[in-house]
């Protein structure tokens, strides 16, 4: 899906106020995985491969807001406690990074908006700033875009280093998981599905 695909779903939509920001909100963290693969592309670029970090999310965003005719404006803290989640099944802590989100206004009224995450709405955010919450600029931008680059890609170094680790553990014969009489016993590829989609790790990752 391109940009324009999804700014003309939400003009299609008839949609409007927050129903509509909420709406765009979903759209983008729907077609968006977060990745660390590719910080170098466009928000445009991002969006139509359906994966980027968080500033091709919330700039993708507050592309198709703007193009709605709502008032929003990406902002960004360099500190926020992000909660703990798995990516790729690997177990991230909760850890303290870097964020940008949007920040949207409709008939005077203020509303964080960010789509890294499905279960955030208008005015609900799945993180907590911990510095000061700053407008996004040409500055931020210029270092951002850089820095983020270098920063995501000894992210994704590591990622790929834990996978790694963790594919030596999905092994049935050394599992030491006792649940015999659970029905995914010894089938590891069943067991990480099944604790992938409750939020939780298997056995042998924890």
């Known amino acids: 899906m391109k940009i324009s695909d999804a700014i003309q779903q939400c003009h299609e939509s008839s949609l ?66 992000i909660p703990a989640c798995v990516f790729e099944r690997v177990s991230i802590r909760e850890h303290v990074s870097g964020h940008a989100w949007c920040r949207v206004s409709i008939d005077g009224v203020e509303k964080d908006v960010c789509p890294g995450y499905k279960d955030n709405e208008p005015g609900i955010i799945h993180f907590k700033p911990l510095s000061k919450v700053k407008e996004w600029g040409p500055i931020i931008d210029f270092f951002s875009y850089w820095g983020s680059a270098m920063v995501n890609a000894a992210r994704l170094k590591k990622i790929n280093r834990l996978k790694k680790r963790n594919k030596e553990k999905w092994n049935p014969d050394t599992c030491g998981c006792k649940k015999k009489s659970c029905p995914r016993y010894k089938n590891c590829e069943a067991c990480k599905n099944y604790h992938d989609a409750r939020g939780g790790l298997p056995y042998c990752e924890r």
């Open 16 to 81: 409007t106020g927050w129903v509509l920001v909420g709406y765009a909100q979903k759209l983008v963290s729907s077609n968006m995985t977060y990745s660390y693969s590719n910080s170098l592309d466009s928000p445009e670029e991002a969006f139509e491969k359906g994966r980027g970090y968080c500033w091709h999310q919330a700039s993708a965003l507050n592309i198709i807001l703007s193009a709605m005719n709502i008032n929003s404006r990406i902002v960004h803290a360099n500190r926020n406690l």
